[in-house]
């Protein structure tokens, strides 16, 4: 025992080696060198590849091939929910050793030092590559690619309009890189054109396949004030509004629902233009081949104003079946005017059929036909004589045009307005609008008009002035009117006559005035022509009665007869100012007989 108390280690034995069977004469220092040249090269600030040996939810432990491994946060893989043990991934080296000891290791600087470059490349060549979505922002959402912070627009998340964004946080999805801005380092992605892609491939295969007047089911997948958007199966299809129904539709939402499920019919397609056509009237007969067999000319329909017109209005008196009542067709009146006088969109009507082509498909109605023509028993209700109250409806020159029932018109003639007032425009004898009684004066059938008269309702005071107004008679009389070729005379009995400026000196030899009140004789009167020649002066003159018979004399002679026509008609023809030379001209002519 003393023995080994005087025993002493070896200062530099390698308990070790000494362990492990190794040789004891190996120093410390060549066992750390050889030890060390079997661990990798680690540099600081380099990306290098390692492998995952260790997952869970906080943390993330790889290894370099370095005597210790690093521990990397598990936030920096969120955007690869699918990492798992045996995964080679890119680290970048921090530190060799931390105050711990520990290898710093970081998988997001390893990202964004060869973001950019990987980013570029997806964009050239068209890559799908995989983000994570981090968050919302405004317009859209904050996606991680490859470490980078890319900006994913609302309209691009999908081929639907997206209405909740937040569902779409947290998620692992594919995206291609649309643009990238190099001076500010801004990516956008975009996960609707992957589906555009993919849609457009199926888009080809589907058109390929399609046939003019081929069924198919699709839902709807849009409703516009034009139509209806059909998807078929990854392509869209338009029924246009006209052929969602047989009848007329104001609203494509009165025929189908937004996501419903119909079957149409394919109309017609464009494959370079990727459109297609869609119906769904034609799925079922057109309505005018269901049309009741027995409808003819004559009978009566009901139905509703589906469309109005200046011309006229169209009535549906089936789903699909319309007919046309012309504006001329509601009224027997032949006044021009317009249908919306009549009816409106939405009435419900009565009508008559007037036109039936089945094999045009068109329909003409009235409903003026559901009252009795007037003029059928004109002569009943209107016989000559027969007196009424009218409405003015319209002037002219020559009359006025009124209306004494609907469909029922008449003229009075100016000249048959007034015994005794010389009426030179209706206007100023009426309104417009305006009740007048008249008689009728004559029915013309054929052409629906009647002749009326206003001053028949009076008798005529030319027969009382003939009895009054004797040539020689002298009367009262208020000078009304003054003009270059003699006065308008009011007579105090009625009637007005007309006194030449020769026959208006006064017997002091001054000239009448407009307003006097004077004496007058009368020098001619004639009934036909309802002419009254009257003198002032001839009332204080004596030996010139000059005065005229109340008729024109008659004559055996032709010629003499012709001449004193033509004498009449000059008269007439001109003014009563020259009314003395015309009656000399005349008695010369009367002498040389």
């Not at 040789?23 to 060198?33: G, P, T």
Request: charged share 30%; net charge negative; glycine share 8%.
């Amino acid at each position: 025992m003393s023995d080994l108390k005087n025993v002493k280690p070896l200062d530099d034995f390698n308990w070790d080696e000494f362990e492990n069977g190794g040789s004891a004469n190996v120093s410390k220092e060549d066992l750390e060198k050889a030890y060390d040249e079997t661990l990798n090269k680690v540099t600081e600030h380099q990306v290098v590849e390692g492998t995952v040996i260790s997952v869970d939810k906080k943390e993330v432990i790889v290894n370099i091939g370095y005597k210790s491994d690093g521990i990397i946060p598990a936030s920096e893989f969120r955007y690869n929910p699918d990492l798992k043990v045996g995964d080679k991934v890119e680290v970048y080296v921090e530190n060799q050793e931390d105050v711990k000891g520990q290898l710093v290791l970081s998988h997001k600087k390893a990202r964004l030092s060869k973001s950019w470059e990987r980013v570029n490349e997806a964009l050239e060549n068209e890559e799908v590559i995989q983000g994570y979505i981090k968050c919302r922002t405004k317009g859209g959402m904050i996606v991680d690619v490859f470490g980078i912070e890319a900006f994913l627009p609302g309209s691009q998340i999908d081929v639907h309009p997206i209405r909740d964004y937040d569902i779409f946080v947290g998620k692992t999805m594919e995206f291609k890189v649309v643009k990238i801005n190099q001076e500010f380092r801004n990516v956008v992605v975009s996960h609707k054109a992957l589906i555009e892609q993919e849609l457009e491939q199926q888009r080809k295969e589907i058109i390929g396949k399609l046939e003019k007047g081929q069924i198919l089911e699709g839902t709807v997948k849009n409703i516009t004030s034009y139509g209806v958007f059909v998807d078929l199966g990854g392509v869209d299809g338009l029924i246009h509004i006209t052929d969602l129904s047989w009848g007329r539709v104001s609203d494509p939402h009165e025929v189908v629902t937004l996501d419903q499920k119909i079957n149409v019919v394919i109309l017609d397609f464009d494959e370079e233009k990727k459109r297609i056509a869609l119906g769904l009237k034609q799925l079922t007969p057109h309505p005018w081949d269901a049309l009741d067999a027995n409808l003819k000319v004559g009978d009566h329909v009901k139905g509703k104003v589906v469309v109005m017109a200046d011309y006229g209005a169209f009535v549906e008196i089936a789903p699909g079946v319309e007919g046309l009542i012309h504006v001329s067709e509601m009224s027997w009146s032949q006044h021009l005017r317009s249908a919306q006088d009549f009816m409106k969109v939405g009435d419900e009507v009565e009508a008559v059929i007037l036109t039936l082509d089945r094999a045009e498909r068109k329909m003409s109605l009235g409903i003026k036909q559901l009252k009795e023509d007037p003029w059928e028993t004109i002569e009943v209700k209107y016989p000559v004589g027969s007196k009424h109250t009218a409405k003015v409806r319209n002037f002219t020159n020559f009359g006025i045009f009124v209306e004494l029932e609907e469909g029922v018109d008449g003229l009075i003639h100016i000249s048959d307005l007034s015994w005794t007032k010389k009426v030179k425009h209706p206007s100023e004898f009426t309104t417009v609008g305006a009740d007048i009684d008249v008689v009728v004066l004559e029915i013309d059938k054929e052409n629906r008009r009647l002749s009326l008269g206003h001053k028949q309702l009076e008798a005529n005071p030319w027969d009382e002035y003939e009895a009054i107004y004797t040539p020689g008679s002298i009367h009262k009389g208020t000078i009304t009117e003054m003009m270059d070729k003699g006065a308008v005379v009011a007579l105090a009995e009625g009637g007005e006559g007309f006194a030449t400026p020769k026959h208006l000196t006064k017997e002091d030899g001054s000239m009448a005035k407009k307003g006097e009140e004077l004496d007058f004789k009368v020098i001619e009167f004639v009934k036909e022509t309802k002419r009254i020649i009257l003198s002032h002066s001839r009332t204080f003159e004596e030996g010139k009665d000059d005065v005229k018979p109340t008729a024109p004399r008659k004559h055996n002679n032709a010629g003499r007869k012709n001449e004193a026509a033509a004498i009449n008609n000059v008269a007439a023809g001109t003014s009563l100012g020259d009314i003395d030379a015309l009656a000399k001209l005349k008695a010369q002519m009367e002498g040389k007989a």
